[in-house]
């Protein structure tokens, strides 16, 4: 038998952690090996036991979740899935905790807790066996080149040159699930004021992208939303497919608009990354250009195959820069990426890319 993935669950509430421990031990391939109350007990807990992986609640005593992930992923990183409260201020501080480096979260439910956690037994094996082989980095201060802080605590990137006359006809897709927050965030923030319209779906449930949104919005040079249902999709924006709905992209005589709708999971996925795409290959055809990040599964890469059959241009994000390399992998393994690149080099590729198309309607002119 395969050696079990050894847990250590972080919580300060005892029946969450008796919860957890219970639904980690009912699996055949994990064990929980350990609980803390609290982080600075986690922390001797984790020198001992050297667990594969951590859950970790946001607020606790003597030390919140936030500080002790930032202090943990500096020193001694492992995958960590949080473990947050569905609230708008549970939202941001994971947000945050994304930020830092925990692989990913569970929203545990505000009343009727032993239930709601139960209920989401299946979803919290599913992401701790993701974050025992994600790909963790130790957490390293942001690129002062890329992203600066200024004295009033703003945070701003620096100008990123314009592209000029570009049609409006074009438009990005982007696609991601686990890690995909960081890496959405490190093409949007490259992208130039007058950037093509940007469409985003990344795998979230209901009542985080609002702040996901926000948090990127104060970042970029575009304007970062979540998609509304019928307004027209406009250059110089990108737009985030709500969490628990589908979102796809349609057309209103030369205009592209929303489409955002309560339909049924697709791939397991609501939002699912194939319904966005699958709509892109229909609409948008060779005006489109695809981009693939990090995450588990194959959610879009059949569709991500059709935008390619359909004209478009895409990026696949590779293995070397992902937290999970999955659903590159099959966008890759169905044929449907022109270039594969590191994280880094995603957004530059694609400027250059637009910049020459930018170039070419110029001299058309």
């Not at 607020?59 to 992930?69: A, Q, T, V, W």
């Amino acid at each position: 038998m395969s050696k079990k993935i050894r847990v250590v669950v972080v919580d300060d509430s005892a029946l969450v952690r008796s919860l957890l421990a219970e639904i980690i031990n009912r699996q055949r391939d994990m064990e929980c090996v350990g609980t803390a109350n609290d982080p600075l007990i986690a922390r001797e807990m984790i020198r001992e036991l050297n667990p594969d992986v951590l859950t970790l609640d946001v607020e606790m005593p003597r030390m919140d979740g936030i500080d002790f992930l930032g202090r943990l992923m500096r020193l001694r990183p492992m995958p960590v899935v949080m473990i947050s409260t569905l609230t708008e201020r549970g939202a941001e501080v994971t947000m945050k905790a994304l930020e830092l480096g925990a692989v990913d979260f569970v929203a545990k439910p505000r009343v009727g807790l032993a239930n709601g956690i139960n209920e989401l037994a299946s979803q919290i094996v599913d992401k701790i066996h993701v974050a025992a082989v994600a790909h963790v980095r130790r957490a390293a201060p942001r690129d002062t080149a890329a992203v600066s802080t200024s004295a009033a605590g703003a945070t701003s990137v620096p100008a990123t040159t314009l592209l000029g006359r570009l049609s409006t006809e074009k438009l990005i897709c982007i696609g991601a699930s686990t890690g995909g927050t960081e890496a959405i965030r490190e093409v949007l923030v490259q992208m130039p004021a007058d950037s093509p319209a940007i469409v985003i779906t990344q795998h979230m449930p209901p009542g985080f992208t609002t702040s996901f949104a926000a948090r990127l919005n104060g970042l970029c040079q575009i304007t970062v939303k979540e998609a509304v249902n019928g307004e027209r999709i406009l250059p110089g924006h990108a737009y985030i497919a709500p969490g628990g709905t589908q979102f796809r992209v349609a057309r209103s005589g030369a205009n592209y608009v929303a489409v955002v709708d309560d339909g049924a999971p697709v791939n397991r996925h609501k939002p699912s990354v194939e319904v966005l795409f699958k709509s892109a290959a229909a609409v948008v055809g060779r005006n489109a250009f695809g981009i693939m990040l990090t995450g588990m599964g194959n959610d879009g890469a059949a569709a991500m195959r059709e935008m390619r059959d359909a004209g478009s241009y895409n990026y696949v994000q590779d293995e070397a820069s992902c937290i999970v390399f999955g659903m590159p992998r099959e966008a890759i393994a169905h044929g449907a990426a022109d270039e594969v690149l590191p994280l880094s080099q995603i957004a530059p590729a694609l400027i250059t890319r637009l910049r020459g198309a930018t170039d070419r309607l110029h001299h058309r002119i």
